[in-house]
């Protein structure tokens, strides 16, 4: 009985959270805040170096689900210069499929 | 490439840290963008979208635990934000509440970082006032 209950508060919350929103919306699109936008968040310097034949999995897969060959495509590991030294730094992986070899 | 490393790098570095990997691939027959487990594909038409880049980012941080409530889109301090407002900020924003928080976080970075925030393009701003404040 309580699995059932459990289940179903489950699906309901899914369910909710997939539900389409029926207040009227502001504007059409977002595109009004691209300048203002752009305008600023400054581009931030990077450095960047380039794996030789290795791809996290997570790239692999998402490569797979465009129909794509994992082996095209190209793989970075960016760093930001903004990216804190007391903070664990991070770098930002960053894969490229180059579309002229596909 | 370029594209992909320039734009993203304008995304605040606070929210940059929540995004996993990032993949620029051709367009595919249809689709912009997603988000997947906190990593972010982005097709060519809108590697160069400053807004899609803050959207898809905006998941990252909804569903990895970037707030205190984890996912933020199901959780009471947004919903009942939500229900005191009049209005969604957009047509993708109501698709359903995971978009939507994308959409507002996206309002809620500009009203951030512009100078005189989302009232200066908005006169309707307090019309979802209390969901780009919750962010």
């Known amino acids: ?64 689900n465009s129909g794509l060959n994992p082996d095209d495509v190209l793989t970075y590991s960016v760093t930001y210069d903004d990216v804190s030294q007391k903070s664990s730094p991070k770098s930002t992986q960053a894969a490229g499929v180059d579309s002229d070899r596909c | 490439m370029d594209n992909l490393i320039e734009f993203f790098g304008r995304v605040p570095v606070h929210m940059r840290q929540w995004v996993r990997h990032m993949i620029a691939l051709p367009d595919p027959k249809g689709g912009h963008a997603y988000n997947s487990n906190g990593n972010i594909a982005l097709f060519d038409r809108v590697n160069g979208e400053l807004t899609v880049f803050l959207h898809e980012t905006a998941h990252s941080l909804d ?21 005191l407002d009049d209005n969604t900020a957009d047509s993708y924003s109501q698709t359903n509440q ?34 780009y404040a919750t962010l």
């Open chain 2, 63 to 83: 569903g990895l635990g970037a707030y205190a409530d984890t996912p933020l889109h199901a959780a009471d301090v947004w919903n009942s934000n939500y229900n």
């Open chain 1, 1 to 64: 009985m309580l699995t059932t209950s459990l289940l179903a508060a489950v699906v309901v919350a899914s369910l909710a959270q997939a539900q389409r929103l029926t207040k009227p919306p502001l504007e059409n699109s977002l595109d009004y805040l691209k300048d203002g936008l752009l305008n600023n968040l400054p581009s931030v310097h990077s450095t960047n170096i380039q794996w030789g034949g290795w791809i996290p999995q997570d790239c692999a897969d998402m490569a797979k």
């Open chain 2, 98 to 131: 995971v978009e939507n928080v994308a959409q507002i976080t996206v309002v809620s970075v500009f009203n951030e970082v512009v100078p005189g925030g989302f009232a200066t393009v908005e006169l309707k701003h307090m019309g979802i006032f209390h969901q």
